[in-house]
């Protein structure tokens, strides 16, 4: 990568369902669908925050992004009477809430993160709508029911250098690959 380059990683606010579960990573001792998918995005989030780190001698910059939340595909793995009792959808399967973003509104803060010159110098920083992201607040906002925030800020496990460090090592130790090595 050229300096100057800059490596957006995408997380979510899901990253407030669960930190990294270090005693059980690949969650045998009980698999919760919402922490999984917590875990990945604090995961991602910590990724851009031990990249940033490491790129910057060289002036690559990284940060995580928290697009909003978007009706995609994904959901399609979400059972319908769930996506009702989160206020997500109607018995038909329309959107209710009016808290989602279209998928061109999601990308805003993605593009904003890759282009922005406010984050010229920065990195390693979690973003959410075209902003860095506070700190977030001790109680859990964070869904799956309840109407978000407008921002939710960024957990503690999700900006922790020494877990981010801790997670590169692991990641590089299971792939063999360490790309600063």
Not at 99 to 122: I, N, R, S
Request: proline share 8%; aromatic share 10%.
């Amino acid at each position: 990568m050229a300096p100057g380059a800059r490596v957006v990683a995408v997380s979510s606010r899901g990253h407030h369902f669960s930190g990294i579960r270090w005693d059980d990573l690949a969650f045998e001792r009980g698999y919760d669908k919402w922490a999984a998918y917590g875990q990945s995005k604090t995961a991602n989030a910590l990724f851009a925050l031990h990249l940033d780190k490491l790129g910057e001698p060289s002036g690559v910059r990284a940060f995580s992004v928290h697009p909003g939340s978007i009706l995609t595909p994904l959901q399609r793995h979400v059972p319908l009477e769930e996506k009702i009792a989160n206020g997500w959808v109607d018995e038909n399967g329309e959107p209710v809430a009016d808290w989602f973003k279209t998928p061109e509104q999601g990308a805003a803060t993605q593009v904003w993160a890759a282009t922005c010159p406010q984050l010229a110098g920065m990195g390693g920083v979690y973003c959410e709508d075209c902003d860095i992201a506070e700190p977030a607040p001790d109680e859990d906002l964070a869904w799956p029911g309840n109407r978000p925030p407008v921002r939710l800020g960024v957990r503690d496990w999700a900006a922790d250098p020494a877990q981010a460090e801790r997670l590169w090592a692991l990641s590089a130790d299971l792939t063999g690959v360490n790309a600063f090595a």
